[in-house]
């Protein structure tokens, strides 16, 4: 066991109470369903409620807090900035992303998890390189902030929804609206948007085959400029999976425009 | 021109119309593939000129607005030195810019004649409000600004002014008296400047 100065430790030889965990009827000690549907009462295909608000910070050019379930994002796009200690010009601007999960954000409270921060900002950067027209500002690069407020499954999706809203709150020109969803193979199922609970499955055994995959996809132009993958799955399960995340993009797209509405028509009157 | 009708309101990634040689694309959307899109949510504006018609996407203000070559910019000049001026862009036409760019005055492009013998210091001043022309940038973060035509130039330049009691001093504006000098109304003292020919508003409309 590992050693935790804080706490009174077993005998040294003792071992982790999961290993003995029967694996039949649970997929490693947690319920994946109860009564045919999910955990939280979703179908397998459903996505949870989600919601978001446009220009929350008022100091930044552009801005939106989003909530998936609990998942909360919040994401900030600053004013042009000179892109620093650059020497040759260059004809595209660049986008520079910050990502950070809140110390109170996730299970465990850990103030700094810099590799996956910097990975889940690559990710971000990339999906929304193929989004934003960069050849409007070459030499210079926008800022963008996000935060993570409290982490239940599909960040990344999420905050890849944030901070494509956040551009268009910013009236920065984009090729279009970027939107984006994850989906759990676990057990030779695909669950769309999981929770973090159906996330962390996947981490525990190698013995069954498990994944995440997160795709964004720009629906009017059918592109997909970024995809995330992590784990073991069947080949055809993930096509299948990519055809339902692809779909459930699309239907977002309209319930985005439907919400960005109000904001021109607000801005109008 | 759609006074009449419902706005039409726009999302990036919108399909606007067909593009053929008649329909350019202004601002805010992008051609792609034979049609035109949005790439800004807001309301579409067309105008007609000639045959051609423009059609672009107008949000409402927080536009990222950089200067494109032949921009008339409103300056502040920072730094004189012999060979240039330092300066930091403030507005770009009518349009007030959220942060200010930088910009450079060289001695070469301060009038169009005689640009041999000219002399900064007797041009410009530090605090100095001018218009200028963006021409090609030569360096990265910097534009190049011009002065080099008689509608550019000092538009407002202070004098130190009269002293107050505390020892401080409350700028005056300085009135022009040619076009290359300068009056303080307070102290009568003449200073050099490159005065612009600012021409009223109703007479540049008479000449469009």
Same mark, same amino acid.
């Given at each position: 066991m590992p050693f935790d100065q804080k706490r009174i430790n077993g005998p040294e030889s003792s071992l982790l109470y999961t290993q003995f965990i029967d694996n039949d009827n649970k997929f490693q000690g947690k319920n994946l369903y109860s009564k045919g549907k999910r955990v939280d009462g979703r179908e397998r295909q459903e996505h949870r409620k989600h919601a978001f608000l446009l220009n929350t910070i008022s100091k930044a050019k552009g801005s939106c807090y989003i909530e998936n379930g609990n998942t909360k994002i919040i994401c900030a796009v600053f004013e042009l900035r000179e892109i620093p200690r650059i020497s040759k010009y260059?004809?595209?601007?660049?986008?520079?992303?910050?990502?950070?999960? #809140?110390?109170?954000?996730?299970?465990?409270?850990?103030?700094?998890?810099?590799? @996956?921060?910097?990975?889940?900002?690559?990710?971000?950067?990339? #999906?929304?390189?193929?989004?934003?027209?960069?050849?409007?500002?070459?030499?210079?690069?926008?800022?963008?902030?996000?935060?993570?407020?409290?982490?239940?499954?599909?960040?990344?999706?999420?905050?890849?929804?944030?901070?494509?809203?956040?551009?268009?709150? #910013?009236?920065?020109?984009?090729?279009?609206?970027?939107?984006?969803?994850?989906?759990?193979?676990?057990?030779?199922?695909?669950?769309?948007?999981?929770?973090?609970?159906? @996330?962390?499955?996947?981490?525990?055994?190698?013995?069954?085959?498990? #994944?995440?995959?997160?795709?964004?996809?720009?629906?009017?132009?059918?592109?997909?400029?970024?995809?995330?993958?992590?784990?073991?799955?069947?080949?055809?399960?993930?096509?299948?999976?990519?055809? $339902?995340?692809?779909?459930?993009?699309?239907?977002?797209?309209?319930?985005?425009? $439907?919400?960005?509405?109000?904001?021109?028509?607000?801005?109008?009157? | 021109m759609d006074n009449k009708t419902d706005p039409i309101v726009c999302f990036p990634g919108d399909r606007l119309c067909t593009s053929n040689e008649n329909t350019i694309p202004g601002n805010g959307t992008y051609e792609r593939l034979g049609y035109i899109y949005s790439s800004l949510a807001g309301i579409v504006e067309t105008k007609t000129e000639d045959k051609n018609t423009i059609i672009s996407v107008v949000t409402s203000g927080n536009k990222t607005n950089l200067p494109i070559v032949g921009d008339v910019v409103t300056a502040r000049v920072e730094i004189v030195n012999q060979r240039f001026a330092k300066c930091s862009v403030i507005c770009i036409g009518d349009m007030l810019l959220n942060r200010p760019l930088r910009g450079i005055l060289r001695k070469e492009d301060v009038r169009a004649t005689d640009i041999d013998r000219v002399e900064m210091y007797k041009n410009y001043r530090p605090n100095d409000i001018i218009l200028a022309k963006i021409i090609p940038q030569i360096e990265i973060h910097t534009y190049s600004l011009s002065t080099a035509e008689n509608e550019l130039g000092v538009v407002i330049a202070s004098a130190r002014g009269l002293a107050t009691s505390s020892n401080t001093y409350i700028p005056v504006p300085m009135v022009p008296i040619s076009w290359s000098e300068m009056q303080c109304p307070n102290t009568l003292v003449k200073e050099p400047r490159k005065v612009a020919k600012i021409m009223s508003e109703n007479a540049l409309a008479k000449q469009q």
């Open positions: 260059s004809e595209k601007g660049q986008i520079y992303c910050d990502f950070k999960y #809140a110390a109170f954000s996730r299970r465990m409270r850990k103030s700094n998890d810099e590799n @996956e921060e910097k990975l889940m900002s690559t990710n971000i950067r990339t #999906a929304l390189e193929s989004t934003v027209c960069l050849h409007e500002f070459p030499n210079y690069q926008i800022d963008l902030y996000v935060m993570v407020l409290e982490d239940d499954g599909a960040v990344l999706a999420t905050a890849i929804n944030g901070s494509g809203l956040a551009f268009i709150d #910013a009236s920065i020109q984009c090729y279009g609206i970027i939107t984006s969803t994850s989906a759990s193979i676990i057990n030779g199922e695909i669950f769309i948007d999981p929770t973090s609970e159906e @996330e962390r499955l996947k981490n525990d055994t190698n013995k069954s085959k498990s #994944a995440n995959l997160t795709l964004s996809s720009i629906s009017s132009m059918d592109q997909i400029p970024q995809v995330f993958f992590h784990g073991l799955a069947d080949l055809s399960l993930i096509k299948s999976a990519k055809e $339902k995340i692809l779909d459930t993009n699309k239907t977002h797209v309209l319930y985005f425009k $439907k919400l960005l509405s109000n904001k021109i028509a607000n801005v109008r009157a | -």
